[in-house]
Each structure stands twice: as structure tokens, then as C-alpha cells.
């Protein structure tokens, strides 16, 4: 990496990579692009990682990929619970594999362990720096082909110049917005909303149907976290925000008859069923990776796992492509595997949603599906699709094979 200064206000600097966003999918991709002797920058416009309490849930194939990497001792022995579900229906997420079931870690623990893994290989994190435009080269001019950028950050602008840039700026990407990338599906119709609350007594239930709703409850450490949704109701325009205390504690009386409004909140959210996914993945020298390429709700934990697993995909690849020993259209089997993958995993998320916020009206399809999950083969390819483990990529000449990592 180079710096100099452009002009008197504008610091500028060169790298092989930009990545923008340091959630968990730009800090995976940030390590892997540096293991394969890229130089990469990452730019984040928070000061530090998230304290929100999102993801809690690693699954087998990320767990797998962890261990390739030598990251597992970094996250003790997390509770393992091999009882997932699907579309709130139970599914035994066993399969045959060293780290069956679903593994309990949250996400600020997970960013930690990539943040440091990252750092530890050379990666640049800016923090305080917002992407505010970008600009793809096409060498035409007489410049070097390449994507320049211009950030803001505590010390004024910074222009940096990559190769390739990397959009894991998260679901409302802006990125996306500059590139202009086509993002169909669909907006959220119906959300959950959640709170975790101290100072209640609620019982614990899983995914528990009632006249009126769908009710979720578990307590940890003195920490309730309910979730809850009443059948019918809309997503509520809230203009970004997130909902107050007061609406959570309405609704779960209204769905359950217990009154939890004596609580304290300490984290309240709501998350809809907006399901879209990018057209294509790659856009020439720009690509996208994580919650910028697929809006998803996180049923059975799977959207933190998407991304740190496109992230795991592209990162060889790319390393590869800027050090010049593989062409750039390599870049396009992420495009094709990813995208493959993610509208697989979107698809199954669509039909939890509908088994999950559905009133009476879905009881006999859930009541079909509990019929055929015992049927080990149908149990088997669910839990496939949750896991990861079932993913397999198209290798050419018939054969089908997983992720090609960087030794
Ligand atoms: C409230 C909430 C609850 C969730 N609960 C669950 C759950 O229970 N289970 C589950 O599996 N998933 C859950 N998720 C989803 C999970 O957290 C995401 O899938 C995961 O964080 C995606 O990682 P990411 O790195 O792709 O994006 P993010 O984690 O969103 O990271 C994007 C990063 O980009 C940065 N950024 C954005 N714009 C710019 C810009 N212009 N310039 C510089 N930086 C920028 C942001 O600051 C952020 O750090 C939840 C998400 C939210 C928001």
C-alpha cells in the first residue's frame, strides 16, 4: 500500500483491495485477501465493532471453515444445540461431520475473533471513514484500470485507489446505491418484533402458536429476549427507527395476555420479511459480498453465515486475480456459485416466513411438513440447506466440489 497527497486537503492512498464495511463478511474477506498475499484497506464509518446483540448462531459449515483457518480455540466451547427448526417446525440439524448442530456464539464475539485475525495478517482498518462516491476506471484515459474512492473520515477526505472494491456495507449498501446494482424481490410485508428485557419472569417457549400470534422467549444470564409476532398486523413505518418498548410490550400482551411492560429494555429491534438479492454479484471491478448482496430475514440463523461464507468463497479467488495468477473471469464463479447459493437459501427463507408469521390458515401445511420430516431423507436435505452442508458447487465436468481455500 502507497500514500501520498493529492492536494492540500485530500490524503490518498493505493491498495490492491477496498473493502467497505467491517461487519463479519468484510473482516472474513479482509483475512482471506490478505492469506493470499493481497493488500487490502478496509473502511468502516462506525468508530467500533457492533455491541448490538444480532447473530447468534454459527453453523456446521462455518464452523468447518473456522477450523480451516485455526480460528476455533479463539471461541472457547460454545453451547452446541443440534434442535434447529424450520419455519418454526423442529429439525434435527445433525448430519454427519465434526461440528454438528448449531453452535451458540454471538456476533460481537465472532467480529472480534475476525477483526483480530485480520489485523493479525496485515489487513488496514480505518474506522470513522464513510464511503461517500466512487468512481470504476476503465483504463480508457490512460490511467490505471482500477475503482477510486473518496471517504470522509475524523481527519478529512481520503481518496484511495484499488484495484478491485468490495461492497460488505451491509443491507442498506451504499455501494449498491452508487453502482446502481438491480436488487429485485421484495419489500418486508410482516415483521417479529424483539426485545431483551431484564427485570420480567416469562416463561421460556420456542416457537409457541397462539390464538392471536407467534410467541418466542428465552432467558440467559437475568436477560429475557422476547420476540413476538400477532398474526396479520403489517410492518410499521417507523421512517428507520426502531419501535419503542411500549409497542413490543402491546403486542406481546395482546398475543400472550402477560403484561412485561415493568421491564427495562435494553435492546428493542424489529426485523421484516424483505427478501432481495442482487442481480449479479460482480459489477466489472466492483463485486458484493454478505448483507449488501441479499436482504434476508434471519430465520434458522442463516443470514450472518451467508456472508461470512460468500466472504470465504471470494477471498482466494480475488487474491489470485490481483496478483495475477488467475484471470478475472475466475471472479466470475463467485458471482455464479454465491448468487446460485443465496437464492437456494433466500427460497427457503421465503417459505419459513409463510410457516412461521402464516395464522391458522398454514396449520396443515406445518402439520405436513412435521409428517415428513420424519422421513430421514426430507430431515436430511433440510438440514443440509440450514447447515451449509448440503451447498456443492459445480466444478465442472459432472463433478461438484466445496470452496477451494488458500493453503
Ligand atoms: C438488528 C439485527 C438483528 C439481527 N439478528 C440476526 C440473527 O438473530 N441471526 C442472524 O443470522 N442474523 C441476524 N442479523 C443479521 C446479521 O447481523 C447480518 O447478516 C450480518 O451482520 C451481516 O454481516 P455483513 O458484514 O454483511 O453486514 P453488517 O454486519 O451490516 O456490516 C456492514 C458494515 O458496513 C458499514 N458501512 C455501511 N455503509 C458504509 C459506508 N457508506 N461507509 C463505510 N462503512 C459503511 C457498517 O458500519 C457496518 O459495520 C441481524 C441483523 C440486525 C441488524
Given at each position: 500500500m502507497t500514500t501520498d497527497q493529492q492536494d492540500t486537503d485530500t490524503a490518498a492512498l493505493d491498495t490492491d483491495v477496498l473493502v467497505v464495511g467491517a461487519g463479519p463478511t468484510g473482516l472474513m474477506l479482509a483475512a482471506e485477501l490478505r492469506l493470499g498475499g493481497a493488500e487490502v484497506v478496509v473502511v468502516d464509518q462506525r468508530p467500533g465493532p457492533t455491541t448490538e446483540s444480532r447473530a447468534s448462531t454459527l453453523h456446521a459449515r462455518t464452523m468447518e471453515i473456522l477450523d480451516s483457518r485455526g480460528l476455533?480455540?479463539?471461541?472457547?466451547t460454545p453451547p452446541c444445540e443440534p434442535r434447529g427448526h424450520f419455519g418454526g417446525v423442529p429439525l434435527d440439524l445433525t448430519l454427519p461431520g465434526p461440528y454438528p448442530g448449531q453452535w451458540k456464539v454471538a456476533q460481537t464475539r465472532t467480529e472480534e475473533l475476525l477483526e483480530r485475525r485480520a489485523a493479525d495478517l496485515g489487513a488496514d482498518l480505518w474506522r470513522r471513514h464513510q464511503l461517500l462516491s466512487l468512481t470504476v476506471r476503465d483504463?480508457?484515459?490512460?490511467?490505471?484500470e482500477g475503482v477510486e474512492a473518496e471517504t470522509i473520515g475524523p481527519y478529512g477526505p481520503v481518496r484511495v485507489r484499488a484495484r478491485h472494491l468490495v461492497g460488505c456495507d451491509g443491507e442498506d449498501s451504499t455501494v449498491r446505491r452508487l453502482v446502481r446494482a438491480p436488487f429485485p424481490g421484495q419489500d418486508a410485508r410482516r415483521e417479529l418484533l424483539r426485545a431483551d428485557v431484564s427485570g420480567v419472569s416469562v416463561a421460556d417457549r420456542r416457537f409457541q402458536r397462539l390464538r392471536h400470534g407467534l410467541a418466542i422467549a428465552a432467558t440467559r444470564d437475568g436477560v429475557t429476549r422476547v420476540m413476538v409476532h400477532e398474526f396479520g398486523r403489517p410492518v410499521t413505518e417507523r421512517g428507520g427507527g426502531e419501535p419503542d418498548f411500549a409497542e413490543v410490550t402491546d403486542v406481546w400482551k395482546r398475543v400472550?395476555?402477560?403484561?412485561?411492560?415493568?421491564g427495562t429494555p435494553l435492546w428493542v429491534n424489529a426485523f421484516g420479511d424483505a427478501n432481495r438479492q442482487l442481480?449479479?454479484?460482480?459489477h466489472g471491478r466492483v463485486l458484493f459480498a454478505g448483507d449488501a448482496a441479499h436482504r434476508q430475514m434471519p430465520s434458522g440463523g442463516q443470514a450472518l453465515n451467508l456472508g461470512l461464507q460468500d466472504a470465504f468463497n471470494l477471498g482466494w479467488k480475488l487474491a489470485a486475480v490481483v496478483r495475477g495468477s488467475?484471470?478475472?473471469?475466475?471472479l466470475d464463479t463467485y458471482d455464479t456459485e454465491r448468487r446460485t447459493v443465496g437464492r437456494q437459501v433466500l427460497a427457503n427463507i421465503r417459505a419459513q416466513v409463510e410457516l412461521l408469521l402464516g395464522g391458522p390458515e398454514v396449520e396443515p401445511a406445518r402439520a405436513l411438513l412435521t409428517e415428513l420430516l420424519a422421513v430421514d431423507g426430507v430431515r436430511r436435505h433440510l438440514a443440509g440447506m440450514i447447515s451449509g452442508l448440503g451447498i456443492r458447487y459445480d466444478v465442472g465436468g459432472g463433478a461438484a466440489g466445496p470452496d477451494a481455500p488458500v493453503d
Open positions: 476455533l480455540d479463539g471461541l472457547g483504463g480508457a484515459d490512460g490511467a490505471p400472550t395476555g402477560e403484561d412485561i411492560s415493568h442481480a449479479r454479484y460482480r488467475a484471470p478475472e473471469d475466475l
